[in-house]
């Protein structure tokens, strides 16, 4: 429990450390923070993702194009493992912020 909030913490520093400019933390803070074998940090990092997961789905609501179309049941650990892969897949993305990113993987792994 303790990793967990320390985890939290270490995300949302990330998240407000950035430039005011920057809509997240960056992918590298992603992959080292995510990429560790503690499920706390999993935890964490499988609840950023939602997180873009439910803005996006708020830009559905106003009229933004869909993109992304992920089955039903589809976890949060199942769409951390497609970010995760698709950012080790394709590196040239880790120029983008992680909502584009995340976004993107989505997009690329369960396309309309």
Not at 16 to 21: L, T, Y
Not at 39 to 63: F, H, I, L, N, S
Request: proline fraction near 7%; glycine fraction near 8%.
């Amino acid at each position: 429990m303790k990793f967990a909030i320390a985890a939290t913490m270490a995300l949302s520093a990330l998240v407000f450390a950035a430039p005011a400019n920057s809509a997240a933390f960056d992918p590298q803070g992603f992959m080292q923070i995510c990429g560790q074998d503690n499920p706390d940090a999993r935890q964490g990092c499988a609840q950023y993702v939602e997180g873009v997961m439910y803005g996006y789905e708020v830009g559905q609501d106003r009229g933004a194009p869909r993109t992304m179309c992920p089955a039903r049941g589809i976890g949060a650990d199942d769409v951390l493992h497609t970010v995760w892969h698709f950012m080790r897949e394709h590196p040239e993305a880790l120029n983008e912020s992680m909502p584009e990113i995340t976004v993107r993987a989505i997009s690329h792994k369960w396309p309309c």
